[in-house]
């Protein structure tokens, strides 16, 4: 018997073979199954069906961002950056420790900011904040903060007391971030320069008044932030950061070694001194920067600055509001590390 395969079963089998393409044209296939019939470029396909160009690489790098690092190194090396009369260097700011800190309070302490609108996109102004957490942990948040999540991006001068200057490793990076003397005549000189400063008027009293006196502002000096603002007719933000407290809780000061290194206070925390160098690594509490509305100076004149009861009574007011601000998120917050 034949085993020859009938016409009927001939017509049914489907061919496997591809079609093929003509010389010169595009190698896509388009989504009717057939071969994309416009002219190919140099690397055989058509500028509809061009696949995306990626970005060269060295090893697991980008070259671009490779010769961006090479360029900023080549600039150090070479002197080629700019920096002002009080050591201030935007570049490395910018460039080296704005990324550390950028991921600390975002990934680390999970940072919120509420009402960054206050903050002037231009023009001088005073940022006058609560001081806590046995080191000025803070300050470095607020400053690299408004740096990185700011529309306008800009840079906090911090005043920082004569003791940061005097410390071997932290004054020279004190200087490259901006920071300078907590003094009237470098703080007149930055606000006529149209900066943004950030003042800090609890100073040490609030960075080593314990974790028992949690948010609970101390004495805000004699005033002499709100004389500068008035003088330069600058207006002043009152500040609230809560979390920069359970970050390093101080539970004791011992006062013999303090005296004996001349620091202000020698904390004891949960895990310092007993671990080393490795119990002052912070806490991961979770962070509330809250800035509020600005207070305008302008309108109080050009000598209002010698009105002693008015700075008495604006220094009071800016405290009240700070520890107001402070009590609220104290109470929204679900908890110091959740």
């Known amino acids: 018997m034949s085993t020859k395969p009938s016409d009927a079963a001939m017509a049914d089998v489907i061919p496997l073979q591809r079609p ?3 010389p010169g044209r595009c190698r896509a296939i388009t989504t009717s199954g057939r071969p994309c019939r416009n002219r190919a470029g140099s690397s055989g396909f058509c500028r509809v069906h061009q ?7 060295i090893g697991p ?3 671009e961002r490779i010769k961006d690092v090479l360029k900023f190194l080549s600039r150090r090396l070479t002197g080629q950056y700019d920096i002002d009369v009080f050591g201030f260097d935007p570049e490395l700011t910018e460039t080296v420790f704005l990324p550390f800190v950028k991921a600390a309070y975002r990934y680390y302490w999970r940072a919120d900011w509420n009402g960054l609108e206050n903050v002037p996109a231009e023009g001088p102004a005073l940022l006058v904040a609560n001081h806590a957490g046995t080191f000025p942990l803070d300050a470095l948040v607020m400053k690299f903060g408004i740096l990185g999540e700011h529309p306008a991006k800009r840079h906090v001068r911090l005043l920082a007391a004569d003791l940061t ?3 071997p490793f932290v004054a020279p990076i004190g200087r490259k971030i901006g920071s300078t003397l907590a003094c009237e005549e470098d703080a007149r000189r930055l606000l006529q320069q149209g900066e943004l400063l950030g003042v800090f008027p609890e100073g040490f009293k609030g960075v080593g008044k314990g974790f028992r006196n949690r948010y609970r ?3 805000f000096g004699r005033g002499g932030f709100v004389e500068t603002a008035l ?3 600058a207006p002043i933000v009152p500040v609230a950061i809560v979390g920069s407290e359970e970050a390093i809780p101080m539970l004791a000061d011992i006062r013999p070694l303090a005296r004996l290194f001349g620091l202000p206070y020698f904390p004891v925390t949960p895990t310092f001194p007993m ?5 002052l690594l912070p806490l ?8 509020g509305p600005p207070i305008l100076t302008d309108v109080y004149g050009p000598d209002a600055w010698q009105d002693a009861m008015l700075l008495f009574e604006l220094t009071d007011r800016i405290r009240d509001t700070v520890q107001q601000m402070l009590y609220q998120n104290l109470m929204t917050r679900r908890s110091a590390f959740l």
Not at 51 to 57: L, S
């Open 231 to 233: 003088r330069e007719q």
């Open 217 to 219: 502002l101390q004495r």
């Open 275 to 279: 671990l080393g160098p490795l119990g």
């Open 51 to 57: 696949p995306p160009v990626g970005a060269d690489q």
């Open 284 to 291: 991961p509490s979770k962070w509330t920067i809250e800035f």
């Open 20 to 22: 093929r393409r003509e």
């Open 61 to 63: 790098f980008e070259a």
């Open 165 to 167: 200057f005097r410390m």
